[in-house]
């Protein structure tokens, strides 16, 4: 792309280091005008003074777009029907956001008549993938500038260095430059003093957790409703997507529920030790699954399960938008058709242990599983049962 084309650029804008440098240096580079545009996700008092802050730096305008509602009735929510963890542990809450971002963000570049859209993702990361898979998605023809890619700046202290010698204002130090990433969803921490896997994070840097060891000495039960696989109530209080996901955020945090610390597996190739926090989140997926222990048949949890993995891959490495994804999340939520009903948490500690659960779809039959005697079951039947199974072992052990 010429940069004698380029006369407009939409640049996803955080107000921090990477984005601030960025907007200074399209300007110098393309010569363009750069709109500001930033997708509120739940970064809380992250966006105060954003728009203050990309004029100073030289924005012909700023753009917040609140995506909160989109984000997690749209993106989360279905995350949750489909039970996704990657690599067992990760929650995908950067993962998540980023398809949301991008269709917040392409709906603005065609409205403003924009030439290109930029990023601030870095050349050895997953965000670089999932934002331009998004914008290929909305727009095929589009023009993406990654200035990571370009630019002969080579890490985040040569930023820092360009920020202060153009008086760009920035809030990161060289003594602290790790990186954070937050939503409705999670926070995520990674880079600087958290590249060392064998390094304690410092408990200083949570923000969502309390440090367990610190949290009540007294558990707390809370209960969540669900209907169709979606939560809908806490504690028997219909409360929207946003107001949900965020009470539950708020208990969770309150008893140090929901760090986890990972080494994980970049679409691009290398391992990334990441940190993150998702209190809400986990109690979701906890909840979740105890109601689908009620609800879902056997063998269609049997097979959705084997798929977990898949979905959590394509979501992970950005093809939120592809036809694989749809075609699953179609599946998985015909199973969720039934998965309605409240689950009973115990929380203590940084622990959330499923004390209760109860569907009016339920097919958990007292009077089929109770020890004492029944009228339903003839336990003579399951030695035929046995014999049947076991067929062909016994016929592999015939032929010697």
């Known amino acids: ?48 003074g954003l728009h203050e802050k990309a004029r100073a730096t030289g924005a012909s305008q ?21 039970n996704v963890v990657y690599e067992g542990e990760y929650l995908l809450g950067t993962s998540l956001a980023r398809p949301c971002i991008i269709e917040g963000m392409m ?14 993702a870095t050349g050895k990361g997953n965000d670089q993938v999932r934002f331009e898979l998004g ?36 809030t990161v130090t060289a003594e602290k430059p790790y990186s954070m ?19 304690e994070p410092d408990e200083s840097m949570f923000l969502l957790t309390r440090n367990p060891t610190q949290a009540p000495d007294q558990p707390e039960y809370v209960e969540i409703g669900f209907e169709h696989g979606n939560p809908v109530t806490v504690n028997g209080e219909a409360l929207g997507p946003v107001e949900l996901l965020t009470q539950l955020n708020t208990i969770a ?15 691009v190739g290398m391992k990334s030790r990441g940190v993150y926090e998702t209190p809400g989140g986990t109690l979701l997926m906890k909840a979740h699954r105890a109601v689908e222990s009620l609800t879902l048949d056997r063998e269609v949890q049997r097979i959705r399960d084997g798929l977990i993995p898949e979905y959590a891959t394509l979501v992970y490495r950005g093809f939120w938008f592809s036809p694989e994804r749809e075609m699953l999340q179609t599946m998985i939520d015909q199973t969720q058709e039934h998965v309605t009903g409240v689950a009973r948490l115990k929380l203590y500690k940084g622990t959330v242990t499923t ?46």
């Open 135 to 170: 914008a290929y998605h909305f727009d095929p023809h589009v023009s993406v500038i990654a200035p990571w890619r370009e630019w002969d700046l080579k890490s985040r202290t040569d930023c820092i260095a360009y920020a202060k010698a153009r008086n760009i204002p920035i």
């Open 181 to 199: 990433d937050r939503n409705l969803f999670h926070i995520s921490y990674e880079g600087g003093i958290l590249e060392d896997p064998w390094r």
């Open 253 to 267: 945090g309150i008893h140090g529920v929901g760090r986890v610390d990972l080494v994980e597996d970049r679409y």
């Open 355 to 400: 004390v209760g659960r109860k569907s009016p779809k339920s097919l958990y039959r007292e009077d089929y599983v109770t020890f004492e005697r029944d009228e339903v079951y003839d336990q003579a039947d399951a030695a035929g049962f046995i014999r049947l199974n076991s067929l062909r072992l016994r016929l592999r052990a015939m032929r010697g």
């Open 107 to 120: 709906a603005t570049a065609k409205a403003v008549g924009a030439d290109a859209i930029a990023h601030g």
């Open 1 to 48: 792309m010429s940069k004698k084309t380029v006369k407009k650029v939409v640049l996803a804008y955080s107000g921090g280091l990477d984005t601030s440098v960025i907007l200074t240096w399209l300007k110098e580079t393309y010569g363009c005008e750069v709109v500001a545009w930033c997708a509120d996700v739940g970064q809380a008092e992250e966006l105060t």
């Open 62 to 82: 700023c753009v917040v777009a609140d995506l909160r509602l989109a984000f997690v009735r749209d993106f989360v929510f279905p995350a949750i029907r489909a």
